[in-house]
């Protein structure tokens, strides 16, 4: 082996060592300068042909001067053949360039018509759906994460709904409150419900509607007793073992009858008390002002084409109770605002409907007959709200 000082010396850098980045500069250097040139040799007057004759008497008669010009016009000559061959190369690369930027183009094209291809296929729903279920995130209640879906269709692909899975029907404003609904629905699998009528109600209200489907019972009531037969029922109270009085402040039917004599603030006050006072009356007279009479309605119209009807915001469902008595069905939607006021309304053998005034009514176009509403449609209501739901009625 060689001693040290016979190892022999480093190898020096080479040229192709220098970065990338101080090779294109004096690229750009060269370039700019040739350019330059080429502008002032254009731009300068043409000589004549007597300083060139006065030019070549010079060269000739002093042959040093003739031998350096000659050497500049040779180094001259090197640099614009090296700088035309940048160009050319310049040239390739723009070109190549051009045809990846027609590329770029060509595939953007593709891609939004492709996009514009699915939107308009319905075969593409799910795939919408998949997003907002994505919204929410990985660590779900189980019973959540089932009851959002999606579900595959057992026979596949179903030309009806135009897709193969299915996603149950959840409120989008749900994801905004998802600790509540997290909470909702956390519940003991095939047993009995949690008492959160409340709860649940007040998701509804924020925009959460519909809810999510629960795989519990609701509590059933204590030595349950059944509703009087019709027409009896249409004007008697239930019995107070009928339903169950968790939620609620008052826990029998006669306290919500003597609401409207006690002191306090309660929506609808008055709404139970059925045999006496304002509600036994409703909608039996003509008061000439703004109060129309059922039957001075119903003579607006051909006898007996006035078949079903809805009535908004129906408290415990009186103006239902008249129709029916006019074979008129009449569906009531109402909310239970401390008080069991569907289940009432059901008690009296008529329809509820457990849905807020936000919600597009579960009705098809021109189905119903008549529309009523009292005090729900008011100016608590955001103006877009009130109007959507005034041409959703019209629907």
Not at 74 to 82: F, G, K, M, Y
Not at 105 to 114: G, V
Not at 126 to 137: F, N, T
Not at 163 to 169: E, S
Request: with cysteine; aromatic share 8%; glycine share 6%.
């Amino acid at each position: 082996m060689g001693s040290m000082d016979d190892s022999p010396p480093p190898p020096r850098k080479s040229s192709s060592d220098t970065s990338p980045v101080k090779s294109m500069l004096k690229v750009l250097l060269l370039i700019v300068t040739t350019n330059i040139l080429t502008i002032y040799l254009l731009s300068s007057p043409s000589p004549s042909p007597s300083s060139l004759n006065l030019q070549s008497h010079l060269l000739l008669s002093n042959p040093t001067t003739s031998s350096i010009s000659t050497t500049t016009t040779t180094s001259l000559l090197l640099d614009l053949n090296a700088t035309r061959h940048l160009l050319a190369a310049a040239q390739i690369q723009i070109s190549e360039l051009t045809r990846r930027l027609k590329l770029s183009n060509s595939l953007s094209e593709s891609l939004l018509s492709e996009l514009g291809r699915h939107a308009n296929n319905p075969n593409t729903a799910s795939d919408d759906a998949a997003q907002v279920v994505a919204a929410w995130p990985e660590d779900i209640p189980p019973e959540l994460n089932l009851a959002i879906g999606p579900h595959a269709l057992p026979l596949g692909y179903s030309p009806n709904i135009g897709a193969d899975k299915l996603y149950p029907p959840l409120g989008l404003a749900c994801q905004h409150y998802q600790e509540e609904v997290f909470k909702y629905m956390t519940y003991e699998t095939y047993g009995e419900c949690p008492s959160d009528d409340v709860f649940a109600q007040r998701l509804m209200l924020k925009g959460c509607e519909p809810l999510p489907r629960r795989r519990c019972r609701p509590k059933s009531p204590i030595g349950y007793t059944q509703p009087a037969p019709l027409p009896d029922s249409l004007w008697s109270i239930p019995s107070d073992t009928s339903i169950v009085w968790d939620p609620y402040t008052c826990k029998n039917y006669t306290c919500l009858v003597n609401r409207n004599s006690a002191s306090g603030s309660y929506d609808c006050k008055d709404c139970f008390d059925i045999l006496r006072g304002r509600e036994r009356a409703r909608w039996t007279f003509d008061s000439g002002g703004l109060d129309y009479g059922i039957d001075g309605v119903l003579r607006t119209r051909p006898e007996g084409t006035v078949r079903i009807g809805l009535d908004l915001g129906g408290g415990t469902g009186t103006f239902a109770a008249r129709m029916r008595e006019r074979n008129v069905t009449v569906v009531t939607s109402t909310m239970n605002f401390d008080g069991p006021f569907n289940s009432f309304i059901a008690s009296r053998g008529l329809v509820p409907m457990h849905v807020s005034i936000a919600q597009r009514l579960p009705f098809f176009e021109g189905t119903l007959d008549i529309v009523h509403s009292m005090h729900v449609l008011s100016n608590w209501i955001p103006d877009t709200v009130l109007e959507f739901a005034l041409f959703d009625i019209y629907r």
